[in-house]
């Protein structure tokens, strides 16, 4: 199973509410909802694997960090984002990091 963690994105929340929408119109049923949920898991986490090439430097103050079920979480403060060019500042940002390598035994949230 891969991770989930791209549900929570724009495009994984658009198209929870259009399978949800199909269920409520019975057009759908829900076991089929979910197998397309998973198969959306396993693309995303497929293509940000194979095509994302884009490197980003950052910057900032450790504010917590944790390890658990073989998922890291970084919170951090003051945050500078660099790209060849281009600078962007936030105030804080969380990092999730999982185990690219092994996503076929684990899953996250």
């Known amino acids: 199973m891969a991770y989930q ?13 259009s399978l949800d ?4 119109t019975q057009q759908i049923t829900p ?4 197998q397309v ?8 986490n497929t293509a940000l694997a194979h095509r994302v090439r884009n490197r980003v430097n950052f910057r900032g103050s450790l504010n917590t960090y944790r390890f658990c079920d073989n998922v890291w979480t ?6 500078e984002f660099r790209e060849v060019t281009d600078l962007v500042k936030v105030d804080k940002v969380k990092i999730v990091a999982c185990d690219g390598k092994n996503t076929g035994s684990n899953t996250a949230e």
């Open 5 to 17: 963690l791209y549900r929570n994105t724009t495009l994984g929340n658009s198209l929870q509410e």
């Open 21 to 24: 929408e199909l269920i409520q």
């Open 31 to 34: 076991q089929l909802a979910l």
């Open 37 to 44: 949920l998973l198969q959306f898991d396993k693309a995303i």
């Open 74 to 79: 970084f919170v951090l403060n003051d945050v």
